[in-house]
């Protein structure tokens, strides 16, 4: 599921058009699902392009402002060397 499918509350669509098309492949082609009927997967309960670190996000702006700062001088020196 994506983020963008979570996010912007397309996920039951998604789930129910993945549910028919499983079903449509089962009664097509019983013999490829062995146990029992496909399932579509669950709908997680969160979705990340970037998940954040597992300390959990920035506490204030300034704790951004370090990474800011970082890219900076990165783009600084880059730019002097030219």
Request: aromatic share 8%; no cysteine.
């Amino acid at each position: 599921m994506t983020p963008e499918n979570v996010h912007y509350v397309k996920a039951e669509f998604v789930t129910n058009m993945r549910e028919k098309v499983l079903l449509s492949a089962f009664e097509a082609h019983p013999g490829r699902f062995v146990s029992r009927i496909p399932n579509p997967p669950l709908v997680p309960d969160s979705v990340w392009i970037n998940k954040p670190k597992s300390q959990g996000l920035p506490a204030s702006p300034d704790d951004h402002g370090m990474t800011l700062n970082k890219y900076s001088n990165f783009v600084t020196s880059v730019s002097h060397n030219h």
